[in-house]
């Protein structure tokens, strides 16, 4: 499996928003499961932390 879809995997299963848990696509958090895998391939874990943060950010103000 690639390192891709084993996190795709991990993301969908946390579900951050609830989507996944609501009939979404399974690629409906393909955006950020790429944005998190490019931070963990380049070291930078803290915005691993920022990512999750603002993906919960998002969806209080709409």
């Known amino acids: 499996m690639s390192d891709f879809l084993a996190l795709r995997k991990i993301v969908n299963e946390f579900d951050p928003v609830g989507l996944i848990g609501v009939g979404a696509p399974e690629d409906e958090h393909d955006n950020l499961t790429q944005k998190l895998i490019r931070s963990l391939y380049d070291h930078k874990l803290e915005s691993?932390?920022?990512?999750?943060?603002?993906c919960y950010e998002e969806v209080e103000t709409n």
């Open 48 to 54: 691993v932390k920022d990512l999750l943060i603002d």
